[in-house]
């Protein structure tokens, strides 16, 4: 069993940035998919970014694409998201998940493991 724990979150203005790190425990991370998703209220969980095991290979969302890069460091067991140029519809709770498919998803429902999630809020 993987557990996850999300932190780096907060308030911040609009342009600003942060940088949200995921802690992976119990067992190692090197063989999943890594990815965060984000909730807003009211809205569905959607897909922000996700990393291949080996890291090499990326993908992101539209709305984030450029102003957010996912990176792993599996000797560490963590995956951070370095988000800049935010936006108050950046606005939401993040989760780290962890994948056991071999290629990259999108699909919430093809994540396994999820931390509780971090608070991001940017403000105008």
């Known amino acids: 069993q993987v557990q996850l724990v999300e932190s780096g979150g907060g308030l911040v203005q609009a342009g600003g940035s942060l940088r949200l790190s995921c802690a992976a425990s119990?067992?190692?991370?090197?063989?999943?998919?890594m990815g965060w998703f984000r909730q807003a209220p009211g809205k569905e969980r959607e897909f922000v970014a996700a990393?291949?095991?080996?890291?090499?290979?990326?993908a992101y969302a539209d709305a984030v694409k450029g102003r957010f890069t996912i990176v792993r460091d599996n000797a560490k067991n963590t995956v951070d998201l370095h988000m800049n140029s935010l936006k108050p519809e950046d606005t939401a709770v993040y989760y780290c998940?962890?994948?056991?498919?071999?290629?990259?998803?999108?699909?919430?429902?093809?994540?396994?493991?999820w931390g509780q999630g971090t608070q991001v809020t940017v403000s105008s």
């Open positions: 998940a962890a994948s056991i498919h071999a290629v990259l998803r999108r699909s919430p429902n093809d994540y396994v493991h």
């Open positions: 119990g067992r190692t991370i090197s063989n999943y998919v």
């Open positions: 990393i291949h095991w080996r890291g090499a290979s990326t």
